[in-house]
C-alpha cells in the first residue's frame, strides 16, 4: 500500500511494483477503487480517522492481508517560521506527520499478528538539513524520522521491519502551500531563497531513483534504517564532520540569505 500515490514519486513507485508482480494498493483523496497502470486506486485522507480506518479495512477485504506500507503522502509548504500561524503548522504536522502515524496504527495489529511486515516512511534530507522558509515542513520530517527509529526498536522482536527514506530534490509535479500572512521585512530574503528552492526542484533527480531505492528495501531481508536519496546526500554527510559554524555560513550562501 503506497499512501499519495496519484502523482510524482508514490506514482512511479506503485508502477515500478506493480511492473514488478506485487499487487499494489494505491491512495488519493480522489481515489476511485479502478485501476490505474496495474495500480488499485482507493480514496483515503490521511488526516482522518475514519478514512484511514475505511480505506485499510477495503484493502483487507480485497487482499487479504498487507504485507508493505509506504508512507509517502505529504504536503510541501513555504512560508517563514514568524509568518507561519499555529493553525497552518498543525495542519503541516497532521499531514505529514500524524498521517503517517494514523497509517501505522491501522495496519499494525495484522502485522503483529502475523509476526511479518514491512513500513517504510518517506522523510525528506529537509530534516535533517533544514531549509530557510520551509522550516515547519522541515520539522515535520525531523519528527518522521525519530518516530521511525523509535518504531523500528519497538517492533524488531515482533517480526515488522521498519525503514526511512529520505529523498532530496527531485523533479515531479509537486503543490505547495504558502503562509497566508507573509511579513514585508522577509520578502527580499523569502524571494531569494524560494528560488534557489524551485530551481532545484527544476534540476532534480529522477524520482525514478527513489522508486528504485523503495524496491531495493522491500527486497532486502535486512534493510538498513535510512536511505538517503539524492545529490543533497552529500551535505547531509558534510553536516555531520563540519563545523556548525562552517555549516552556518554554507547554508546562508547556497540560499542567497545575504546580499
Not at 7 to 25: E, P, Q, S, Y
Not at 77 to 87: D, N, Q, Y
Not at 205 to 221: F, N
Amino acid at each position: 500500500m503506497i499512501t499519495g500515490a496519484s502523482l510524482g514519486i508514490g506514482k512511479v513507485t506503485a508502477t515500478l511494483l506493480a511492473r514488478r508482480g506485487f499487487t499494489v494498493f494505491g491512495t488519493s483523496r480522489k481515489g476511485s477503487g479502478g485501476k490505474v497502470d496495474g495500480v488499485e486506486m482507493l480514496r483515503l485522507d490521511v488526516t482522518s480517522d475514519e478514512s484511514v480506518k475505511t480505506c485499510v479495512s477495503t484493502l483487507l477485504q480485497k487482499a487479504g492481508r498487507l504485507d508493505v506500507l509506504v508512507n509517502n503522502a505529504g504536503q510541501a509548504f513555504a512560508g517563514g517560521l514568524e509568518e507561519t500561524s499555529l493553525e497552518e503548522a498543525k495542519a503541516q504536522f497532521d499531514v505529514n506527520f500524524f498521517g503517517a502515524v494514523r497509517m501505522v496504527n491501522a495496519v499494525l495489529p495484522g502485522m503483529r499478528k502475523r509476526r511479518s511486515g514491512l513500513i517504510i516512511n518517506i522523510a525528506s534530507s529537509a530534516g535533517m538539513f533544514p531549509i530557510p522558509f520551509g522550516g515547519y515542513y522541515g520539522a515535520t520530517k525531523s519528527a518522521l524520522m525519530v518516530y521511525s527509529e523509535v518504531l523500528r526498536q519497538e517492533l524488531k522482536s515482533l517480526g515488522v521491519k521498519v525503514s526511512v527514506v529520505d529523498p532530496g530534490f527531485f523533479n515531479t509535479h509537486h503543490t505547495r502551500l504558502e503562509a497566508a500572512n507573509p511579513i514585508s521585512d522577509c520578502d527580499e530574503i523569502r524571494r531569494r531563497a524560494q528560488s534557489v528552492d524551485e530551481d532545484s526542484f527544476d534540476r532534480g533527480g529522477d524520482p525514478q531513483e527513489v522508486a528504485d531505492v523503495i524496491l531495493r528495501i522491500i527486497q532486502s531481508p535486512s534493510p538498513r534504517l535510512h536511505y538517503i536519496v539524492g545529490r543533497e546526500k552529500r551535505y547531509v554527510l558534510l553536516k555531520r564532520i563540519l563545523p556548525d559554524s562552517v555549516m552556518q555560513v554554507q547554508t546562508r550562501k547556497h540560499w542567497r540569505l545575504d546580499k
